[in-house]
């Protein structure tokens, strides 16, 4: 193994699938990471997956890493913790309802949890297993840590579905499409489309500007559009991966260089948005210890009733597990 500089940007992969390869990939080729060490049940694959990376990084302009198949003890002193595991019995069913898989993820959830813990781990965890605002509520709970050091991806993946439809919409690069969907990562979500903007002109006024190219604009259907995209891509390959594990890897860099960028991630909101006690898609100022704080949008009546709804799915969702969590 190479040695590498003292201060290592350290980060453990729970769950070696499509998405904790996908992501593990992402640290390697964009640099992010120097330590990378990966957990997964078979860890045969693991190990296979560490090697494979590895013989990534000559050809890439990036530093010499430390990639290897892990032991909880090696979270001891990780930055961060991800964990993309997914228990074997929790598939989608046809349904494509991700809370149909809380019941088969949460006692993995909570296992995994106390194992990081028990390796006096104090870093940040980072969450994407489904439906993954309850889950990262179940492992804020059941670490003890701070919720601020506790994050999910919440909607970071539907915001960056919903950049990329309106930019091929209207025709223009998803980097100058700004605004988010919030609320759950899942069928309640909802694209704010108050606070969405091209360039930074509000959508609502592009498309009004420009009714004789689009008429009127079909702020539903395309909302329903960012809702479905995820099962499309599902039903063709089996899962998604690439899209997720660029918005973990963002989140990734937002912390190990502290950088106090806003993402839409699954935060704990409590007395924001006339929602308290639940982890869901919020806007959030993210640095290396965590969420700093929420960015509070100013949102239309629809918009709030809809990030009721949401909330009310997930704490009931939180309610029906929080007694196996302790
Ligand atoms: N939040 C999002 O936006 C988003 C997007 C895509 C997928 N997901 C979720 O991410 C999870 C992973 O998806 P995937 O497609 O990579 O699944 P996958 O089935 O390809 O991989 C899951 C991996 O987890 C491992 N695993 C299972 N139990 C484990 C345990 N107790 N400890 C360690 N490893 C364990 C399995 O061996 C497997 O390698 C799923 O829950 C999926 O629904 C979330």
Redesign the pocket.
């Known amino acids: 193994m190479v040695s590498v500089p003292a201060r290592t940007k350290k980060v453990m992969i729970?769950?070696?699938?499509?998405?904790?390869s996908a992501y593990a990939h992402s640290l390697v080729t964009l640099d992010i990471a120097d330590e990378i060490g990966i957990?997964?049940?078979?860890r045969a694959?693991a190990h296979a997956d560490a090697l494979d990376l590895r013989h990534a990084v000559p050809y890439a302009p990036v530093a010499a890493k430390k990639i290897y198949a892990a032991d909880y003890a090696d979270c001891a002193d990780a930055d961060i913790v991800a964990i993309?595991?997914?228990?074997?019995a929790?598939q989608f069913d046809g349904e494509f309802d991700?809370l149909r898989?809380l019941s088969k993820?949460v006692a993995?959830m909570t296992?995994?949890t106390r194992s990081v813990m028990g390796s006096g781990f104090r870093g940040i965890f980072l969450v994407?297993?489904?439906p993954?605002d309850v889950l990262t509520h179940v492992v804020a709970a059941a670490s003890g840590l701070p919720t601020s050091r506790v994050i999910g991806?919440g909607t970071l993946?539907e915001t960056s579905r919903m950049r990329t439809i309106i930019a091929d919409y209207i025709d223009v690069h998803p980097g100058n499409v700004h605004g988010y969907v919030l609320g759950e990562?899942g069928d309640s979500a909802f694209t704010a489309w108050s606070n969405v903007s091209i360039g930074s002109l509000p959508i609502r006024q592009w498309m009004r500007h420009n009714a004789g190219t689009y008429g009127i604009a079909p702020f539903d259907e395309l909302d329903h559009r960012v809702r479905q995209i995820g099962f499309e891509i599902y039903r063709g390959k089996g899962?998604?991966?690439f899209g997720?594990a660029g918005g973990l890897a963002r989140i990734t860099t937002a912390v190990l260089r502290d950088e106090h960028v806003i993402l839409p991630v699954s935060a704990y909101v409590d007395d924001a948005y006339g929602l308290s006690d639940v982890y869901l898609g919020v806007p959030a100022v993210i640095g290396r210890d965590g969420v700093r704080e929420l960015v509070h949008l100013y949102l239309d009546d629809d918009e709030l009733a809809s990030y009721a709804r949401s909330a009310e799915i997930l704490r009931t969702g939180y309610e029906s597990v929080r007694d196996t969590v302790g």
């Open positions: 729970v769950g070696d699938g499509a998405v904790g957990i997964d049940l078979d694959k993309t595991a997914n228990a074997p929790a991700r898989l993820n993995m296992s995994i994407v297993s489904n993954v991806t993946v990562h899962n998604t991966s997720v």
